[in-house]
């Protein structure tokens, strides 16, 4: 069976995700998904793990999960 697109989609963009360093105290956003990851989940909160440009320190934010 093939897929067949009967009209194409737009991905939804959603606000920047502030972060903060705890070894440098470097503060950056991160808006496109593939610059972090989602390393758990518990409930309604969601833990996104991204390196830190200046240092490359792994920082750990947490964030309301979205229920999509």
């Known amino acids: 069976m093939a897929v067949k697109i009967i009209k194409a ?4 963009k959603h606000e920047p995700i502030e ?3 705890c070894k440098c105290d470097c503060v950056f956003t991160a808006d496109d998904e593939n610059d972090y ?3 758990f989940s518990i409930g309604d ?3 996104l793990n991204i390196d830190c440009p200046c ?3 792994s ?3 947490r964030v309301p999960r979205k229920v999509d």
Do not use: R
Request: contains cysteine; aromatic residues 10%.
């Open 55 to 57: 240092c490359g320190h």
């Open 9 to 12: 989609g737009t991905k939804k």
């Open 45 to 47: 909160t969601s833990y």
């Open 19 to 21: 972060f903060k360093c």
């Open 59 to 61: 920082v750990i934010q």
């Open 37 to 39: 990851e989602e390393t």
